[in-house]
C-alpha cells in the first residue's frame, strides 16, 4: 500500500496528523479544534522559551541586589548571562534542525523540551551563598548555554511541524499563532514578576530584607517548569505528519528505483553479419547500449542527477548525509539567494531586537522610570518590572496580533520591509531625543517600537524559513536561519552593555537603526510566499532538472 495513493489514517490522537486534509471556508485566523490541539503543543512550547529568553532582562536587576547590593553587574558576566540562551541557541537550532529532516519530526520532537526542563532546574539551583558573585554568575550563564540548546531546537522543530500540516491558505496565520506566544511569554514573565515581588513586600520593603530577592528570581525562573512538563508527554507522542512521510517515501521510491535501473545489465551488441556494414553496425549498437542506460526517474533529484553522470551507484550516494543534498540544492544560485535574504534579515534583525528587549530594564533605569531620590531596592525593582508590563502590553502582543490577522491578506514581504523601516524610524526617534523625551512619550515610542518589531519582521523571519522552503529540507534551513538570527543576538547581548558605556546608549540605538535599514534591503532578497507551495515549486523544479539532463 503507497503512502501517495492511501488516504491517512486516523489516529487515537484526534487527527493531528491531519490537519493538511481539513477543508473549510472560513476566514484563515479561525482556527478549527485540530488546530487549536496542535498550536496547544507546538505554542506552549514557545512561550516558554520566550518567558526563558526575556526573563533575565528582570532577573538580572535582581542579581544586582544579590549579588552586587545593587551595583551594575560586571559589563562582561551580565553579556554573559544575557547572551547564554542565545550561544545555546545556535547549537540547538543547526542541530535539531538537521536531525528533523534527517529522522523525522516524531523522532526528535520533546526532546529540546527536556533539555530545557533540565537545564531550568540546574539554573534555580545555583548555590549563590557557597559561590562568589562571579562564580553565580558563570553558573547562570552556563546553566543558559544548555536553555538555550533546548529553546534553538523548538524555533525549527516547532516552525516544521506545523508548517508539516498547515493548509497553504492559512499557514501564515498559524505560525504566526505559534509565534505570538513570544509576546505571551513575555507578558506572562512581566505578570508573574509582579505578583511575586507583592508576595516579598514585606520581608523586603518593609523589614528591609533585600536578600530574600533570591527567592523571588528562582520562583520566577521556576515557574516557567509548569508549562514544560504539561506539554512534555503531548510533544514525545504527536503523530508524524503525512506530509513528511509522503517526501520521505517519494525519496525512498525513487532510491530504490535508480538502484534498480543501475542493476539491469546492459543489452547485448550483436556480430555484424557481413563486413560491409561492420563499424557501421558498431557504432550504431553502442550509441543504443548509451541510450538505453538508465536515465533520471521521475522524481529523481538534482543530486541523484548528478551521481548517475559521475558513478555507477548513485543510491548509495543517495544515502550518505543529508547535507550532500542539502548542499547541492542550495548551490543553485535561485535557491541561495532566498537562504542568504533569511538568514540575514534575521541576524540584522535580532542586533536590534535583542538588544533592545535583553535590556530593556537597563534603558529604564537610566530614563529614571525606576523612580528618583531615595527608594527602596523593592520600590525600584516593582516600577521597573511595571515598566517591561506596560511596553510588553502595549507593543508586543498587539503587534503579533496585527501579524496573525493581516498576514494572509498582506502577505509576508509586505509585513517585513514595512515593520523594518517603521522600526528604524521609532529607533531613530529614541536615539535622537533618548535625553529629550518625557517619560510617558519614551514609554509611547518605545511601545511603537515593540509593536512594528512583532507587525514586522520579528515574525516574519520566523515564518519565511517554515514556508518558501521545501519539506525535505524545511527544518534544516529554518535553523541555519534560525541560528544567524541568534547570533545576531549574541553580538548585541555582549556589546550592548560594554558600547553603552563607551559610547553611550543613543549611540547604540543608531547602530540598531542602521541594522534595520539593511535588513530591509536584505528582505529584497525574498520571493512572496502567501498562497505558494514550496514542494510543488521543488517538484517542477526537478522535473525542469530532468529536461535539461534528458536534453544534454
Known amino acids: 500500500m503507497s503512502l501517495l495513493t492511501d488516504p491517512p489514517r ?20 479561525i482556527l478549527s479544534r485540530t488546530e487549536v490541539k496542535l498550536l496547544g503543543i507546538a505554542g506552549t512550547g514557545f512561550l516558554i522559551d520566550a518567558y526563558d529568553l526575556f526573563i533575565i532582562n528582570q532577573v538580572s536587576v535582581m542579581l544586582q541586589y544579590r549579588l552586587y547590593e545593587g551595583s551594575t553587574l560586571p559589563a562582561g558576566l551580565e553579556g554573559f548571562i544575557k547572551a547564554g540562551a542565545n550561544i545555546g541557541a545556535v547549537l540547538g537550532q543547526f542541530i535539531f534542525g538537521y536531525l528533523s529532516d534527517a529522522f523525522g519530526r516524531k523522532a526528535i520532537y520533546g526532546k ?58 492559512k499557514r501564515g496565520a498559524l505560525l504566526s499563532y505559534i ?28 523589614h528591609g530584607e533585600t536578600s530574600k530577592v533570591d527567592g523571588v528570581w ?23 505528519a503525512t506530509r513528511y512521510l509522503k517526501s520521505k517515501h517519494v525519496e525512498e521510491d525513487t532510491i530504490a528505483r535508480i538502484k534498480a535501473d543501475y542493476k539491469k545489465p546492459p543489452p547485448p551488441v550483436l556480430e555484424p553479419e557481413n563486413e560491409k556494414g561492420d563499424a557501421e553496425i558498431k557504432a550504431t549498437t553502442s550509441a543504443e547500449i548509451q541510450v538505453q542506460q538508465p536515465g533520471p526517474s521521475e522524481n529523481t ?73 531615595d527608594i527602596t531596592p523593592w520600590h525600584s525593582m516593582f516600577k521597573i518590572s511595571t515598566g517591561n508590563l506596560i511596553i510588553t502590553a502595549l507593543g508586543f502582543v498587539p503587534g503579533y496580533w496585527a501579524t496573525t490577522l493581516t498576514v494572509e491578506y498582506l502577505g509576508r514581504k509586505w509585513i517585513q520591509m514595512q515593520g523594518f523601516l517603521f522600526a528604524s524610524l521609532f529607533l531613530g526617534v529614541l536615539a535622537g531625543k533618548f535625553h529629550d523625551l518625557s517619560t510617558p512619550a519614551f514609554i509611547v515610542c518605545f511601545a511603537f517600537l515593540q509593536f512594528f518589531f512583532n507587525f514586522g519582521a520579528n515574525t516574519t523571519t520566523y515564518l519565511y524559513p517554515a514556508e518558501v522552503f521545501p519539506t ?9 536561519s534560525a541560528a544567524a538570527g541568534k547570533a545576531g543576538a549574541i553580538i548585541s547581548a555582549l556589546a550592548f ?31 512572496e510566499v502567501k498562497g505558494r507551495d514550496p514542494d510543488e515549486v521543488d517538484r517542477m523544479e526537478l522535473a525542469e532538472t530532468k529536461r535539461d539532463f534528458v536534453a544534454a
Request: net charge positive.
Open 112 to 169: 529540546e523540551l527536556m533539555i530545557i526542563i533540565f537545564a531550568t532546574i540546574l539554573c534555580i539551583c545555583v548555590p549563590t551563598g557557597a559561590l562568589p558573585a562571579s562564580g553565580s554568575l558563570i553558573w547562570i550563564g552556563v546553566s543558559r548555554i544548555i536553555l538555550g540548546i533546548g529553546i534553538g531546537g523548538d524555533y525549527p522543530m516547532s516552525a516544521s511541524v506545523m508548517s508539516d500540516r498547515a493548509l497553504i491558505w
Open 218 to 240: 528562582r520562583i520566577i525562573v521556576g515557574v516557567s517548569l509548569i508549562p514544560a512538563f504539561a506539554t512534555l508527554y503531548q510533544r514525545l507522542t504527536l503523530p508524524e
Open 301 to 373: 533529484s538534482a543530486t541523484d542527477l548528478e551521481a548517475g553522470a559521475t558513478t555507477a551507484a548513485p543510491a548509495e550516494e543517495s544515502k550518505k548525509a543529508h547535507w550532500k543534498e542539502f548542499a547541492a540544492y542550495f548551490s543553485q544560485w535561485r535557491h541561495m539567494k532566498i537562504l542568504i535574504g533569511t538568514c540575514m534579515s534575521w541576524f540584522l534583525l535580532d542586533v536590534a531586537f535583542y538588544g533592545i528587549n535583553l535590556n530593556q530594564s537597563v534603558v529604564l533605569k537610566q530614563i529614571h522610570f525606576d523612580g528618583k531620590g
Open 472 to 480: 525535505r529540507f524545511r527544518s534544516s534551513a529554518h535553523g541555519l
Open 10 to 29: 486516523r489516529s487515537p490522537r484526534g487527527g493531528l496528523e491531519e490537519v493538511e486534509q481539513e477543508q473549510n471556508g472560513r476566514l484563515p485566523f
Open 179 to 206: 509565534f505570538s506566544n513570544q509576546g505571551y511569554g513575555s507578558l506572562l514573565g512581566s505578570i508573574i514578576t509582579l505578583i511575586v515581588l507583592a508576595a516579598y513586600k514585606s520581608p523586603m520593603d518593609v
Open 497 to 527: 552593555n560594554t558600547l553603552a558605556k563607551k559610547i553611550g546608549t543613543p549611540a547604540v540605538l543608531w547602530i540598531f537603526f542602521g541594522c534595520c535599514l539593511a535588513g530591509a534591503a536584505f528582505t529584497l532578497l525574498l520571493p
